[in-house]
């Protein structure tokens, strides 16, 4: 039967992503794969929008579970894809006919009512016999994975991640009041209010790009930039000095997308402590910084990017060199199908 099953990950990204990861994947595995694209992830421009996003991560994945049969392998990309893929098979207690590999899976809990039904539906969907692997984007977080909610360690493995070499496209110039300016941009677990605060009485021209970020905390020096898409988000990194990074919680896996995209640019990183990043994808003083969660220290790693053209060179030329190296898409495939053959392909 398995014979006629297509392998399949499962996407919530544009056409040119996934053909470079099952590229990857289809080279380290040796195995055919297909990409099933549901489409979920929009800006979160309004609360609807928000709330639009989670009902599909929850309704996509049931015509998955419905069509299941034609599946031998399933590989989420999307996580949530994957997570509720198991918990449709836990919940409808379906004959077990998928081998599941879960990908950058992040729990971050909650408090209140709505939290403790949080870590509930993540035990429910991940500690069960549907999920195969489990695959983090930082090493210290099988740990958080464990502790909540008992998976088997075997199950838990570390793979980093990779995205599109974005520096090799055609980026269109745009107007931008700001040169040469720190660039902060994420959504997830990210410190807007240290950044602001530290940065906001100084010189340092900053750009913070991230669809909730509060607007109205704009300064003379700090932009905030709320309607960016990914696409236009390439000519801010193709233009900034350098990125910053500064997480809530350090536990948690987070600006892996960032850290990857600056290399392809070329730009280093400056982490402020602590991240997991640091222990993951940091190289101190080759790829990038890291710096406590001091004020003058930060002023101090950014300032010296600017005055130091010699040490700013030779940072740049590492970034895109670990980047061609590490953390193409393709290598991030090809991580993935290597996984895939050894753990789950019975030879």
């Keep these: 039967m398995t014979d006629n099953r297509h392998?399949?990950?499962?996407?919530?990204n544009d056409p040119q992503e996934?053909?470079?990861?099952?590229?990857?994947?289809?080279?380290g595995s040796k195995m055919k794969w297909d990409a099933v694209r549901l489409k979920a992830n929009e800006p979160q421009t309004s609360k609807w929008k928000a709330v639009k996003r989670y009902i599909k991560y929850f309704v996509l994945p049931l015509h998955v579970y419905m069509v299941r049969h034609n599946y031998n392998i399933i590989v989420g990309w999307q996580s949530f894809y994957a997570t509720n893929f198991a918990f449709y098979c836990r919940l409808f207690k379906a004959k077990k006919e998928n081998k599941l590999v879960i990908q950058h899976c992040v729990y971050k809990p909650k408090i209140g009512i709505l939290g403790e039904l949080y870590k509930r539906y993540m035990r429910f969907a991940l500690n069960n016999e549907y999920v195969d692997i489990i695959q983090t984007d930082a090493k210290g977080y099988a740990k958080v994975l464990q502790d909540s909610f008992n998976i088997p360690k075997e199950k838990i493995m570390f793979a980093q991640f990779g995205v599109i070499d974005f520096a090799s496209w055609d980026i269109p110039e745009k107007s931008n009041d700001f040169k040469d300016y720190v660039l902060c941009i994420g959504r997830s677990n990210r410190d807007w209010d240290y950044i602001i605060e530290t940065l906001k009485d100084t010189d340092i021209p900053v750009v913070i790009i991230c669809d909730t970020a509060d607007k109205s905390k704009e300064t003379d020096n700090i932009k905030i930039?709320?309607?960016?898409?990914?696409?236009?988000?390439?000519?801010?990194?193709?233009?900034?000095?350098?990125?910053?990074?500064?997480?809530?919680?350090?536990?948690?896996?987070?600006g892996e997308t960032v850290f990857c995209q600056q290399l392809a640019f070329g730009k280093p990183a400056i982490i402020v402590k602590p991240c997991s990043l640091i222990n993951n994808y940091l190289i101190e003083g080759y790829n990038g910084v890291s710096v406590e969660r001091d004020a003058d220290e930060l002023i101090r790693a950014i300032r010296l990017m600017y005055q130091d053209q010699k040490y700013y060179k030779e940072l740049t030329d590492n970034c895109r060199k670990d980047f061609e190296e590490k953390y193409t898409l393709f290598r991030h495939g090809e991580k993935m199908g290597k996984l895939v053959k050894k753990y789950l392909v019975i030879e």
Excluded: M, P, W
């Excluded at 996934?18 to 080279?27: F, L, M, P, T, V």
């Design 18 to 27: 996934y053909r470079e990861y099952i590229a990857g994947i289809k080279h």
């Design 225 to 254: 930039l709320t309607d960016i898409d990914n696409e236009e988000s390439l000519f801010y990194f193709k233009n900034c000095k350098c990125t910053l990074i500064a997480v809530k919680d350090g536990q948690l896996s987070s």
């Design 7 to 12: 392998n399949v990950v499962l996407f919530d």
